[in-house]
RNA sequence: AGUCCCGUAGCUCAGUUGGUUAGAGCGCUACACUGAUAAUGUAGAGGUCCACGGUUCAACUCCGUGCGGGACUACCA
């Protein structure tokens, strides 16, 4: 005998979710789906490395399960679904975690904390939550190849970093270059962004703004500007917050589109004649309206109205190029500096819309000077390095500072003497008392007495302060090494557009619009635990070698100590081409160890190397080429590890994740590192607000996963809203969905394995053809097939949402509230016929196709489901629902017409429940008959076909169609918008009001005509049915119900012969309930005894053969008295009866 | 500030090329049904489809401008 269908007590998916786990583990299942089928050959997933460093969270849930369920979809259409799993270990987390666990700062490393000992914390600190994300990864099902996972700080990895950046050093795409960051320099270390946003940073505060007066010169580019002056000169009017970057100015900017007018005025300081340059759109915040018309004769200086007069008007792109003064003579600039640039951060919103550029303090001012070969002002100092005309303490620099021939040549000694050595602002100096003059009064006054100021103001305006000694911060240049991404970016926007986005507008949008304004990539960190930059240079900088390999830097290192610079070979133990962990462990490629390292120039000389951290996104960007230790290893068979078909990661990973992997990919292959990609949006808390620990609404994964099991968490995640929305998570939401769709579809098995146990059945029997079952089998069937084509469309799509959602609507709706239970009668009793087996066939088919449909999002359960229906009839040799090929449908058995039948049937039937229950007739009482009327020729065809279902569903003996219309019918017309719209547009009201005036008569004519002519405003019209809907609304004198087109009516009318059957099944709801109550089996046969009485005498009389079949009774009798036990009372319509139900022997 | 996402019932979400009664589930209320029962059915209450403007005979749907929530990037005279 073969096995049985397993039975439960009940659904616990929780146990499920650890029993299905051992299943896997016993057989493997896992290694055994990474295999082709009919060579579909492979699909190739990236899995962005989480850091171990700190604990997993519910929203790791979410992204995992889209990971999840589309590498399962892949495998079950035959792919080799590769994945290796790795972890991110470098990066600024890490370090502050450290940092905090330690109770140090980042001046401490170094001197309290040797740099070996920090980084011995930070790598196995990074790993400290190894074991933690291991078990969610196997609770929640997450299938990733963890065998040998990728690990950036490995040595290996490490070396595949370098290699790459040798490939762009040797290219030219590597360079050092210098960016403007906040610094603090009262604590005298740069501020990384989030440092920045430490809540409290930002004071208001209170500082002297002026409008600077630049003098233009005069030749062939600003000629025109000239041609109707009175002044001999034209000042170009700029604002700034910090006149203490005035003395660095070296250009203008000017919005390309704005447009400009050149005012005569007077200084209001001075009060002589100007003529100034300034926006249109705020001419009158600097020159009020009510001064326009004040006449010029009559202005005496320190008048406080000042008349002006505009005098000419042009574009931003005509001032482009016009070169003016120096405005403070301190120091001279290299060539090229004094020109007005056009810059699209430009805006009229306040100043005067042109911007003094300091190229050395501002990340705008640098980046439009560099675009347009601007030179910033810099100074050299004595020991020959360059730096901005502010230190890094935050003091102009003093003259003695400076290299000697630069000050003969370069500095005005004169003017500079009074301003040199002062810091920019008063707090940098603790000596200075807070009401001293600062240095942007003293430029003010300066400028004031030589008439190049125009207005000075002071204003209050938030600015962010350093977290630790609570000093302004300075936005300053410091050295950095950069990756020329700016070159590649019209290609990175071209491979873009091959990218399968989802949800799509992240593609165009967030990510299409960020490589469109792309700038070159910032790749230095001051830190100590990341990957070294590989390069070593010369105390000068003049010569620098940038290392690709272990084996490079091991001879590299050997002619430095031929060249006596080295004593010994920290590599000396590597031998090249052995990729064993042992090999690689014999040295250490992070710091402090490579800063020891020597190298020797091929001049001679000694190479230091740059102290610099890379960026650890190159770490994760690089992940393609590292993961495979390429080109080490891997180097012929890459083609299949690169590129991934598909990734998916949360959209703050645009600019992570998505950006580096994108660039490096670009820059290193010119190909695409991921072909479709998914970015799916926050977890948020149920109130829409973020999770996090110190709130307290963090959803806890693993208490969830042990509460619910994984499967309706995940199901949960993917059908509850479109992965890139927001989620809310409510764990009542997981509470419904176990109920709704796994407690539906278990329930639906139950009955099943009930059953088919009792029957012993197998699916052994010959599949019995579907033409010849019956409709509603053939309907399911249909359906079943239009699932199957729509949830594979939708997992090809990338669209788990709306796959997840079809299933379960198939599963709760068609599957469970409507076939099982209008077939219930056709399961239990009766012979083992071919209804009954087509009954079986059908609802196995439905089951399992569902496990294998619903797989990829619920792996639990739908293994369990599969194995359960596979074990018991051995119709697939794949002892796991995820080594199945994913379902085909036969495109044959969707019957497009049968669906609309049976839709008929269930919008009938559930108005037919309606009419019950508005005159409270219970279901159990038989009705003679309902009237339907026909609302078109085909309608009796379609609905004769599920006329048997509906009647037995509402418990009705016949059907009678209404096809004479005129008579009983009230009919309704509505107008069809669609048809008429297009045709008479505007007449569209007037038209809608005439067919609702129509008379009943003129219905009927107009339906037997099949035409209607009548005129509005004089223009004929003519409608023909398909230009009006007609329905029957009502039928005097019945119950009816309207739902759309569908009308039905019910007769109500209860005769003695439908009471007494009714009577009959009440009796056979109380045996049942009795049976059931007292604990028979479904299938004993049992002896019923009914105490006489009138009022159900003729109803018992009549009917007890049919009581003894729907209650497997064998005799059903009327009595007198009760001997006995199991006497029970029964109320049938308030009437109480004495009855006795016993189990025969 | 820029870019993107979202805004429909108390809650979570559908709403397909614009077409006239805007849907579902949960929750609430009432009544039914029940040998699938931690289910199920029917009905009721609950909507200015964020606002305003435009296109159109017709806008929840298309366009524009705001407002609100969120994410990322940036911090500017």
């Given at each position: 005998?073969?096995?049985?269908?397993?039975?439960?007590?009940?659904?616990?998916?929780?146990?499920?979710?650890?029993?299905?786990?051992?299943?896997?583990?016993?057989?493997?299942?896992?290694?055994?789906?990474?295999?082709?089928?009919?060579?579909?050959?492979?699909?190739?997933?990236?899995?962005?490395?989480?850091?171990?460093?700190?604990?997993?969270?519910?929203?790791?849930?979410?992204?995992?399960?889209?990971?999840?369920?589309?590498?399962?979809?892949?495998?079950?259409?035959?792919?080799?679904?590769?994945?290796?799993?790795?972890?991110?270990?470098?990066?600024?987390?890490?370090?502050?975690?450290?940092?905090?666990?330690?109770?140090?700062?980042?001046?401490?490393?170094?001197?309290?904390?040797?740099?070996?000992?920090?980084?011995?914390?930070?790598?196995?600190?990074?790993?400290?939550?190894?074991?933690?994300?291991e078990d969610l990864t196997r609770k929640m099902g997450y299938w990733i190849n963890m065998d040998h996972p990728y690990v950036t700080y490995d040595n290996r990895y490490i070396e595949t970093l370098w290699w790459l950046l040798k490939q762009l050093h040797t290219k030219g795409y590597l360079y050092q270059g210098y960016t403007i960051q906040p610094y603090s320099p009262a604590a005298g270390t740069g501020l990384s962004s989030h440092e920045?946003?430490?809540?409290?940073?930002?004071?208001?505060?209170?500082?002297?703004?002026?409008?600077?007066?630049?003098?233009?010169?005069?030749?062939?580019?600003?000629?025109?500007?000239?041609?109707?002056?009175?002044?001999?000169?034209?000042?170009?009017?700029?604002?700034?917050?910090?006149?203490?970057?005035?003395?660095?100015?070296?250009?203008?900017?000017?919005?390309?589109?704005?447009?400009?007018?050149?005012?005569?005025?007077?200084?209001?300081?001075?009060?002589?004649?100007?003529?100034?340059?300034?926006?249109?759109?705020?001419?009158?915040?600097?020159?009020?309206?009510?001064?326009?018309?004040?006449?010029?004769?009559?202005?005496?200086?320190?008048?406080?109205?000042?008349?002006?007069?505009?005098?000419?008007?042009?574009?931003?792109?005509?001032?482009?190029?016009?070169?003016?003064?120096?405005?403070?003579?301190?120091?001279?600039?290299?060539?090229?500096?004094?020109?007005?640039?056009?810059?699209?951060?430009?805006?009229?919103?306040?100043?005067?819309?042109?911007?003094?550029?300091?190229?050395?303090?501002?990340?705008?001012?640098?980046?439009?000077?560099?675009?347009?070969?601007?030179?910033?002002?810099?100074?050299?100092?004595?020991?020959?390095?360059?730096?901005?005309?502010?230190?890094?303490?935050?003091?102009?620099?003093?003259?003695?500072?400076?290299?000697?021939?630069?000050?003969?040549?370069?500095?005005?000694?004169?003017?500079?003497?009074?301003?040199?050595?002062?810091?920019?602002?008063?707090?940098?100096?603790?000596?200075?008392?807070?009401?001293?003059?600062?240095?942007?009064?003293?430029?003010?006054?300066?400028?004031?007495?030589?008439?190049?100021?125009?207005?000075?103001?002071?204003?209050?305006?938030?600015?962010?302060?350093?977290?630790?000694?609570?000093?302004?911060?300075?936005?300053?240049?410091?050295?950095?090494?950069?990756?020329?991404?700016?070159?590649?970016?019209?290609?990175?926007?071209?491979?873009?557009?091959?990218?399968?986005?989802?949800?799509?507008?992240?593609?165009?949008?967030?990510?299409?619009?960020?490589?469109?304004?792309?700038?070159?990539?910032?790749?230095?960190?001051?830190?100590?635990?990341?990957?070294?930059?590989?390069?070593?240079?010369?105390?000068?900088?003049?010569?620098?070698?940038?290392?690709?390999?272990?084996?490079?830097?091991?001879?590299?290192?050997?002619?430095?100590?031929?060249?006596?610079?080295?004593?010994?070979?920290?590599?000396?133990?590597?031998?090249?081409?052995?990729?064993?962990?042992?090999?690689?462990?014999?040295?250490?490629?992070?710091?402090?160890?490579?800063?020891?390292?020597?190298?020797?120039?091929?001049?001679?000389?000694?190479?230091?190397?740059?102290?610099?951290?890379?960026?650890?996104?190159?770490?994760?960007?690089?992940?393609?080429?590292?993961?495979?230790?390429?080109?080490?290893?891997?180097?012929?068979?890459?083609?299949?590890?690169?590129?991934?078909?598909?990734?998916?990661?949360?959209?703050?990973?645009?600019?992570?994740?998505?950006?580096?992997?994108?660039?490096?990919?670009?820059?290193?292959?010119?190909?695409?590192?991921?072909?479709?990609?998914?970015?799916?949006?926050?977890?948020?808390?149920?109130?829409?607000?973020?999770?996090?620990?110190?709130?307290?609404?963090?959803?806890?994964?693993?208490?969830?996963?042990?509460?619910?099991?994984?499967?309706?968490?995940?199901?949960?995640?993917?059908?509850?809203?479109?992965?890139?929305?927001?989620?809310?998570?409510?764990?009542?939401?997981?509470?419904?969905?176990?109920?709704?769709?796994?407690?539906?579809?278990?329930?639906?098995?139950?009955?099943?394995?009930?059953?088919?146990?009792?029957?012993n059945f197998r699916y052994a029997e010959k599949e019995i053809p579907v033409n010849e079952r019956p409709e509603i089998d053939r309907w399911i069937i249909s359906l079943l097939n239009s699932l199957v084509k729509e949830v594979g469309r939708c997992y090809d799509d990338y669209d788990l949402t709306r796959a997840g959602r079809a299933i379960q609507e198939f599963v709760t709706e068609n599957l469970s509230n409507w076939y099982v239970r209008?077939?219930?009668?056709?399961?239990?009793?009766?012979?083992?016929?071919?209804?009954?087996?087509?009954?079986?066939?059908?609802?196995?088919?439905?089951?399992?196709?569902?496990?294998?449909?619903?797989?990829p999002i619920a792996p639990f359960y739908m293994d369990r489901l599969f194995i359960d229906l596979n074990d018991a009839t051995g119709r697939h040799k794949e002892n796991s629902v995820h080594l199945v090929l994913f379902p085909i449908y036969d495109e044959s058995l969707i019957d497009k017409a049968l669906e609309e039948r049976m839709d008929i049937a269930q919008k009938i039937s559930s108005m037919i429940l309606g009419l019950r229950r508005?005159?409270?007739?219970?279901?159990?009482?038989?009705?003679?008959?309902?009237?339907?009327?026909?609302?078109?020729?085909?309608?009796?065809?379609?609905?004769?076909?599920?006329?048997?279902?509906?009647?037995?569903?509402?418990?009705?003996?016949?059907?009678?169609?209404?096809?004479?219309?005129?008579?009983?019918?009230?009919?309704?017309?509505?107008?069809?918008?669609?048809?008429?719209?297009?045709?008479?547009?505007?007449?569209?009201?007037?038209?809608?009001?005439?067919?609702?005036?129509?008379?009943?008569?003129?219905?009927?004519?107009?339906?037997?005509?099949?035409?209607?002519?009548?005129?509005?405003?004089?223009?004929?019209?003519?409608?023909?049915?398909?230009?009006?809907?007609?329905?029957?609304?009502?039928?005097?004198?019945?119950?009816?119900?309207?739902?759309?087109?569908?009308?039905?009516?019910?007769?109500?009318?209860?005769?003695?012969?439908?009471?007494?059957?009714?009577?009959?099944?009440?009796?056979?709801?109380?045996?049942?309930?009795?049976?059931?109550?007292?604990?028979?089996?479904?299938?004993?046969?049992?002896?019923?005894?009914?105490?006489?009485?009138?009022?159900?005498?003729?109803?018992?009389?009549?009917?007890?053969?049919?009581?003894?079949?729907?209650?497997?009774?064998?005799?059903?009798?009327?009595?007198?008295?009760?001997?006995?036990?199991?006497?029970?009372?029964?109320?049938?319509?308030?009437?109480?009866?004495?009855?006795?139900?016993?189990?025969?022997?």
């Amino acid at each position: 005998m073969g096995k049985w269908f397993p039975e439960y007590k009940g659904l616990d998916l929780s146990q499920i979710n650890k029993d299905i786990l051992k299943v896997w583990d016993k057989n493997d299942t896992f290694h055994k789906s990474i295999r082709e089928v009919n060579g579909k050959g492979e699909f190739i997933f990236y899995e962005g490395p989480p850091s171990a460093n700190g604990i997993p969270g519910i929203h790791h849930v979410m992204a995992r399960t889209i990971k999840d369920a589309i590498c399962r979809f892949k495998t079950q259409c035959g792919y080799e679904v590769k994945r290796k799993a790795g972890w991110d270990t470098h990066g600024l987390p890490v370090e502050l975690g450290v940092e905090k666990a330690l109770g140090i700062t980042k001046e401490d490393i170094g001197t309290k904390i040797s740099i070996e000992d920090y980084n011995k914390v930070c790598r196995t600190d990074v790993m400290k939550y190894t074991d933690l994300w291991e078990d969610l990864t196997r609770k929640m099902g997450y299938w990733i190849n963890m065998d040998h996972p990728y690990v950036t700080y490995d040595n290996r990895y490490i070396e595949t970093l370098w290699w790459l950046l040798k490939q762009l050093h040797t290219k030219g795409y590597l360079y050092q270059g210098y960016t403007i960051q906040p610094y603090s320099p009262a604590a005298g270390t740069g501020l990384s962004s989030h440092e920045l946003n430490l809540p409290g940073c930002y004071h208001d505060i209170k500082d002297t703004t002026c409008i600077a007066l630049f003098k233009l010169i005069r030749d062939k580019k600003s000629g025109f500007l000239y041609n109707n002056t009175e002044t001999s000169d034209i000042h170009m009017m700029a604002w700034t917050t910090t006149p203490w970057t005035l003395p660095s100015n070296t250009a203008l900017a000017v919005g390309k589109e704005i447009t400009y007018i050149k005012v005569l005025s007077f200084n209001p300081y001075s009060g002589d004649p100007v003529t100034v340059i300034i926006a249109r759109d705020l001419l009158n915040a600097l020159f009020p309206e009510s001064n326009a018309g004040l006449d010029f004769s009559e202005y005496k200086p320190g008048d406080k109205k000042i008349p002006f007069r505009v005098l000419g008007e042009f574009t931003g792109g005509e001032l482009q190029g016009i070169n003016y003064e120096q405005l403070i003579d301190w120091i001279k600039p290299a060539e090229g500096a004094f020109r007005v640039l056009t810059g699209d951060f430009v805006t009229t919103e306040d100043g005067t819309g042109i911007v003094h550029i300091a190229p050395t303090f501002g990340a705008d001012d640098y980046r439009i000077a560099t675009e347009n070969g601007i030179p910033p002002l810099i100074v050299k100092r004595k020991d020959g390095s360059f730096s901005p005309m502010v230190d890094k303490r935050g003091y102009m620099v003093p003259i003695a500072d400076l290299d000697e021939s630069f000050v003969k040549q370069s500095v005005n000694i004169n003017t500079y003497t009074g301003f040199e050595a002062r810091p920019v602002k008063n707090e940098y100096d603790d000596n200075l008392s807070p009401d001293t003059e600062t240095l942007d009064v003293k430029i003010a006054v300066m400028l004031k007495q030589q008439g190049k100021v125009f207005r000075i103001e002071k204003q209050i305006h938030s600015y962010p302060h350093c977290w630790r000694t609570d000093k302004p911060v300075l936005y300053y240049p410091l050295d950095a090494w950069f990756i020329r991404t700016t070159a590649f970016r019209d290609r990175m926007i071209e491979l873009n557009n091959t990218i399968n986005w989802k949800p799509q507008s992240t593609g165009t949008g967030r990510f299409g619009k960020w490589l469109e304004n792309l700038v070159d990539w910032n790749l230095s960190r001051s830190r100590f635990w990341g990957t070294p930059l590989p390069i070593w240079a010369t105390e000068d900088r003049k010569e620098e070698k940038c290392i690709g390999s272990a084996a490079e830097l091991k001879a590299e290192i050997e002619k430095s100590i031929n060249a006596g610079f080295m004593k010994n070979n920290p590599l000396g133990k590597f031998s090249e081409g052995n990729n064993s962990s042992e090999n690689y462990e014999t040295f250490d490629l992070h710091r402090p160890f490579v800063d020891d390292i020597f190298l020797v120039s091929d001049t001679g000389r000694k190479m230091f190397r740059e102290p610099d951290l890379i960026d650890v996104w190159f770490d994760s960007g690089a992940m393609p080429y590292a993961q495979a230790h390429y080109p080490f290893e891997n180097k012929d068979n890459f083609h299949e590890m690169f590129p991934a078909d598909y990734i998916a990661e949360g959209v703050d990973q645009t600019r992570g994740w998505f950006f580096t992997l994108h660039a490096i990919a670009t820059m290193i292959s010119d190909s695409v590192a991921f072909k479709n990609i998914i970015s799916n949006g926050l977890v948020l808390d149920k109130n829409g607000n973020k999770m996090s620990k110190r709130l307290g609404n963090a959803v806890d994964p693993f208490s969830a996963i042990d509460e619910y099991g994984s499967d309706p968490l995940r199901w949960y995640m993917i059908t509850n809203a479109q992965p890139w929305d927001n989620l809310k998570f409510n764990i009542s939401g997981v509470d419904e969905v176990k109920r709704k769709f796994f407690g539906t579809l278990y329930n639906t098995y139950s009955f099943f394995a009930l059953y088919a146990n009792v029957d012993n059945f197998r699916y052994a029997e010959k599949e019995i053809p579907v033409n010849e079952r019956p409709e509603i089998d053939r309907w399911i069937i249909s359906l079943l097939n239009s699932l199957v084509k729509e949830v594979g469309r939708c997992y090809d799509d990338y669209d788990l949402t709306r796959a997840g959602r079809a299933i379960q609507e198939f599963v709760t709706e068609n599957l469970s509230n409507w076939y099982v239970r209008l077939n219930r009668k056709r399961y239990w009793g009766g012979e083992y016929d071919k209804d009954k087996l087509a009954a079986y066939q059908t609802l196995f088919v439905c089951l399992e196709t569902i496990s294998r449909l619903a797989a990829p999002i619920a792996p639990f359960y739908m293994d369990r489901l599969f194995i359960d229906l596979n074990d018991a009839t051995g119709r697939h040799k794949e002892n796991s629902v995820h080594l199945v090929l994913f379902p085909i449908y036969d495109e044959s058995l969707i019957d497009k017409a049968l669906e609309e039948r049976m839709d008929i049937a269930q919008k009938i039937s559930s108005m037919i429940l309606g009419l019950r229950r508005k005159v409270s007739i219970k279901v159990r009482q038989p009705l003679a008959r309902i009237m339907v009327p026909v609302p078109d020729k085909y309608f009796k065809e379609k609905f004769e076909a599920v006329k048997d279902l509906v009647l037995a569903e509402v418990n009705v003996k016949e059907v009678e169609y209404i096809d004479d219309t005129a008579s009983i019918l009230v009919k309704k017309i509505k107008p069809n918008f669609k048809t008429l719209g297009p045709r008479y547009g505007k007449l569209m009201k007037e038209i809608s009001n005439a067919i609702s005036a129509l008379t009943p008569q003129e219905i009927v004519s107009f339906e037997n005509t099949g035409n209607h002519p009548f005129s509005i405003n004089s223009q004929q019209i003519v409608l023909t049915t398909g230009d009006v809907e007609i329905i029957s609304e009502d039928i005097p004198g019945w119950q009816v119900a309207n739902d759309g087109k569908l009308t039905v009516a019910l007769d109500i009318t209860v005769s003695d012969d439908l009471r007494y059957e009714g009577i009959a099944r009440e009796f056979v709801n109380r045996i049942q309930n009795i049976r059931k109550e007292t604990g028979f089996d479904v299938t004993d046969k049992i002896t019923v005894l009914i105490e006489d009485h009138d009022f159900i005498r003729e109803a018992v009389t009549r009917h007890a053969a049919y009581i003894r079949s729907q209650t497997l009774a064998t005799t059903v009798n009327l009595v007198n008295s009760f001997t006995g036990n199991n006497i029970r009372e029964v109320d049938i319509d308030d009437t109480v009866i004495r009855i006795s139900v016993i189990k025969n022997n």
